[in-house]
């Protein structure tokens, strides 16, 4: 098997967007309990990018299936070729870091399904992309996931809260234990997302290697692209998303350690009930959901909605998006090889450009403690109203 | 092409498991607090004192967990447990392949 320069770019590539991935996502597990105190940042992220790591190597059915049917390959379909998966995971990593840059939890599979398809669109026509599909697996799942996690967490949490109310007084009766028992509820959620996420990368390098025929037809990834696959999202886990983190640990809403497990639990329930039965719901739109659905079940607790807005039309923008990244890509990719070249400078340098503004408001491990601390502080005063935020914020700079 | 009834489903069974994982859970927790003084609660270092008399907060402790309140704690905490399991052999495939 001979490897050329775009198979390498290409499995590169896939290894860096695999590493986004990673960090994108530990918010998903490990928002909460950093925020109630019930891990400490640096052990939550590991202890996450360890499960991630695990749940790699657990599963390799979802690499089978990546682009689950949205663009029609194969027989009667179009041929994938490298270069429209190298354009299409350029448009995907270039929006994972912008919406990394603004703390947003956007879906990772999205945007690889985002830039896959501008990538296919331009490469092979709007005819290779199956929109009944997109529209069945993507779209109305996006809608479905947060509104149902959100329920399902404000169920749980009106009930923890009421378990736990001492009759007599009225005040809550040991509901800071609950932080023991949200070590084991953001546990299974990172394991879940091990099992999912690392996957799609694993399947994207898969699929270049049987496009260009240096694997059989038919075969699984091989053990090298696995533990690599493995070794990305747990490093991308570890080097922990700060800002992601801090979006859904503090922003949305304040999170108190009864909250928190009821969050995760319902995040657990919800990603292992629809992926048992078929449907793939994006675990970070389903945690989000999960957060505001456990805000509102606390009486006194507010959220965000602006937060929450913001949110939101990072979801709507994501596929589009990164579907646009992705065809620019492609448009230049077909130029010829001096087009890849010209691709890969300019994914670089996006990148480059995106750590260097970041690296202006630095939110790290730390960071996020102190914000959390500032959301202890806040739980006394009655309620999170405009007025008193801008007062927290203004105490805070 | 939307299986709603599929939704459907997904919807009901995270909503039951969730909700009965986290009520055992509390359950467990307030068994914990059988025969207890008002516990410190979330909040920490708040001392409160109600109507009736000076109830301190962190020497709470008035009386002493009967000892079915224990057990009972114990056996929530332990299928909640089971639910974690439940959940990691939901996860790797390899326990339910056909």
Redesign the interface.
Known sequence: MDLTLIVVLVIVLALFFDFTNGFHDTANAMATPIATGALKPRMAVALAAVLNLVGAFLSTEVARTISGGLIREGDGGIQITPEMIFAGLIGAVCWNMVTWLFGLPSSSSHALFGGLIGAAVVGAGLGSVDFTVLVSKVVLPALVAPIVAGVVAFVATRLAYAITRDPATGRGLGRGNFRYAQIFSSSLVALAHGTNDAQKTMGVITLTLIATGAQAVGTGPEFWVIAACALAIALGTYTGGWRIIKTMGTGLTDIKPAQGFAAETSTAATILASSHLGFALSTTQVASGSVIGSGLGRKGASVRWRTAGRIALGWLLTLPAAAAVGAVAALLVSIGPVGIIIDAVLGLAVIVAIFVISSRDKVTSGTVVSEVDAAVGAVRTPKATRKNRKKKRQAAE | ??DWA??A???A???V???V???L???G??L??VG?G???????GTI?T?PSGSVSVVSGQTERRPRWATAAAVACFTL??GA?LF??Y?????FHAS
């Open positions: 092409m939307i599929a939704f489903i997904v919807a069974a995270a909503l498991s969730a909700s994982v986290v009520s859970f509390a359950v927790l307030r914990l607090n207890r008002l516990d410190a609660d979330e909040s920490p409160e109600t909640c447990s974690v959940g990691i939901l996860i790797v495939p390899v």
